[in-house]
């Protein structure tokens, strides 16, 4: 007795090949409907020049916030935590060191000795996170920290006014736009 023949065998090849053209078909579709939605880029005029100095990248979450610091005092131990925060701020990728007549936060650090007779040892220093609008206009308070600061701790206490200030310019994120 000869093998039986089944048509279904023929029919499945013949549903296979259809739906792989039609997916050939649809996947070319796909990516020119892709390629049309895209923008053209903007061609550059013939006489307009490159910059030479390249732009500073943007934070993380795409912001970089103005920061400025106001420090008066004369003791060693603050004015060195100011310096260092001035420095750090400098290096930042989320926040720049600014004075222009901007919207930005405003550090306000006040420093004393801690003990008069040892003006070298130690500071003890209070810090207020202001937003200023503009130079003139009123500044609005958003936060205050105390402590106290000596040259071995001068770095870490830095840094955590630092960490402060980026989640301060986090929360407050909405005031810079």
Do not use: C
Not at 56 to 78: K, L
Not at 118 to 124: D, E, G, L
């Amino acid at each position: 007795m000869p093998p039986r023949f089944s048509p279904a065998v023929p029919l499945r090849l013949a549903v296979l090949a259809a739906l792989f053209a039609l997916a050939l078909m649809v996947v070319p579709a796909a990516g020119q409907a892709q390629q049309q939605a895209k923008p053209a880029p903007e061609a550059k005029p013939e006489g307009q020049a490159i910059p030479d100095t390249p732009k500073r990248d943007m934070g993380v979450d795409g912001r970089r916030t103005p920061v400025a610091i106001e420090h008066t005092d004369t003791d060693v131990v603050g004015t060195r935590l100011a310096y260092h925060l001035k420095e750090l701020l400098g290096r930042s990728s989320l926040m720049n060191l600014t004075t222009k007549d901007e919207k930005k936060l405003v550090l306000v650090i006040r420093t004393r000795e801690e003990f008069t007779g040892r003006p070298a040892v130690s500071s003890i220093y209070s810090v207020a996170w202001l937003y200023s609008a503009k130079d003139g206009a009123l500044r609005y308070f958003l936060s205050a920290d105390t402590g106290i600061v000596d040259a071995v701790t001068l770095e870490q206490t830095v840094e955590a006014l630092l960490v402060k200030t980026d989640k301060m310019a986090a929360t407050y994120g909405y005031l810079f736009q």
